[in-house]
């Protein structure tokens, strides 16, 4: 096990009718706000006519920024930051899913910052300084970003997917009312659900010994996606099952579960290409590329991948042959994925596969950086696992 | 599922020799802080002097009270108070387990309050205001205090032992290296697991209906002190043992596991009439009582109960009788606490049985008050639960 420092301090506020807190809540940090959020669903929901009720009622003003695509883009940050400059704005109000929340980090983080924003994303500039404060009503389980430290954006220059990281970016509260993800289609809960999934495994298959409680607690969390997901899926407003999903989803990815463990994050970045240049949604990507990457990277480590079958997909050990347990948990986890509506290959995304070489190539910045740690690969095996992804 | 509201805002810095970064983690909040320890046991192990020579690195001026025993009286709190005011002083620095930390929140919630500060724990008072930030060394993975928003403090006039809680009395920061807990011995350790599992369990047992995320992480957690307390008494050096009980016990109780779900407390409460007069250790009270608890409640819930037995103890799910299933999870409960040498009688502790009766009517104040939520138990449930607890 590693030292740590974990500190996720975002307030949670989970239940039935919660959004109605919203104003309340948000006049603790600002009288005046900008409102982020998507496009047209939280408006055909009420969710939007709610919130500004609450808003108006604890008198916060607020200025409107719409139109957060999935994949945010750069460019619209870029507007959001000069809007909060001109209009001296000192909080951010996220209403919406991951997008429209790491649309709003960075916001927040590009407001004080002298250079562009993109720097933060390229590597450019490593620290986030002063960021403003953000608070979130969260309407899809599956980014965690409504309790992360990170933020994922796509620059429209060169269809680049990167993400930042920084203490500094954690929202003060996010509001979770699990009704609101009643009225999501299937295949956006499923991807969620990759997505969720996905957070976890990326911590657990690392090489660092002795994590037995960050092992349980991943498991944990992972057969709660495992059980809820399907009933969510066939009884959109099964609150319990939606709960379950939606808490697990902010578990998944408030860093609580990577404690004191080395993390992986290749299939992030390997997915990153391919929602980047097809613009595909983030959850089917790593549908996709995770089986692929753990068909790659699995004899590497045949316990921790035996141990996901057992504990996780309740198969037999094979004392005989382990790495036959290792394979059955991988199909399991491709097995389930489909079951739920996912691809789970690059055809079934619906994505050419002519652009496997230069995608890898990005991946790695021209073949001069390496992904992941649990094994770390090259360009080359990156495009090894694209391949095994087609099949 | 409940609603709830979660935030769980205390720094974790965790790992070998993370002490050494006391004096600039106090830095950041005061100059002068009150220093508030035990007796000999950090002077011996060296602790204090590392703790201090932080200090003095950083510039910060500290004054000292020693002296916390197990459960922590109000006589040396009131005499923190008066040397806080005394002395201007902003921040308290706990550097020792439970007691002390539960000594040093007192200490803070005291020093701004006009009135006594045993009125926060008669119940007199409810309201804790601008408590003086705590910061902490943890020595003694048991209680949970390092990162929880409760207190409990023992009054010397009557013995009375009665706990608090506040949002504002949770510590900023818990510095946890695993290898201070190499010297604790056996029965300590052993105290502490019970401590650790009942913090769980008061959550574990409830009747809220689909909270399952929260079982999973609370067997998960459980899972792991089961498995690493044998270890850790085996061989008291064994860092990676340590370190997942020092882990888990503080997420045992830090509110996440509760999340969503009624808890009870009733077993936490029966047990403090036990330590008030006797003075036994707290987690030895508690492996005599939760069991005897059990016993007297699980024909509530008998489901809950079989799938304590099934997903904690791997005990087979008898279709026919789960009501077996359900007694089998308690005996395997009641042989671990004696396999890891704790008592599971009262008699085992040490205690004779002609109270019994003046304890169940302290507890209730004199049968006006029930304790627990799982079942409500008045001064004759928990007369008969004493009772139970001397088979």
Known sequence: MNNF????????IFGRDTEQ???????????????HYGGGSIKKSGLYDRVTVSLKENGVEFIELAGVQPNPRVSLVRKGIQLCRDNNIPFILAVGGGSVIDSAKAIAAGVPYDGDVWDFYSGKSQVVNTPLPVGVVLTLPAAGSEASSSSVLTNEDGWYKKGMGSELIRPEFAIMNPELTYTLPAYQTACGAADIMAHIMERYFTNTQDVDFTDRLCE??????????PIAIQNPEDYAARAQVMWAGTIAHNDLLGTGREEDWASH????????????A????????????MKYVY????????????????????????????LQGIEKL???FASIGLPVTIQQLG??????????????????????SFVKLGKKDIFEIYKLACE
Chains 1, 2 share one sequence.
Not at 26 to 32: E, G, L, Q, S
Request: proline content about 3%; aromatic content about 10%.
């Open 21 to 35: 807190q919203v104003g309340a809540e948000v006049k603790k940090h600002a009288n005046r706000i900008l409102l």
């Open 334 to 336: 491709k097995g389930f």
């Open 299 to 326: 004899r590497n480590n045949i316990p921790r991948f035996a141990q996901f079958a057992v504990r996780v997909w309740n198969i037999e050990y094979d004392f005989e042959n382990p790495e036959r347990t290792a």
């Open 269 to 280: 970045g390997i997915e990153h290409e391919l929602s980047a240049i097809y613009d595909v």
């Open 5 to 12: 420092t974990f500190q996720s301090a975002t307030k949670i």
């Open 351 to 372: 994505v050419e596969d002519d652009r496997l070489e230069e995608m890898a190539d990005k991946c790695t910045d021209g073949d001069k950086k390496t992904l992941g």
């Open 220 to 229: 944990a969390t992972l057969k709660t996606i495992i059980e809820n997901i």
């Open 282 to 293: 983030h959850g089917a990507g790593l549908a996709v590329i995770f089986p692929a990457w």
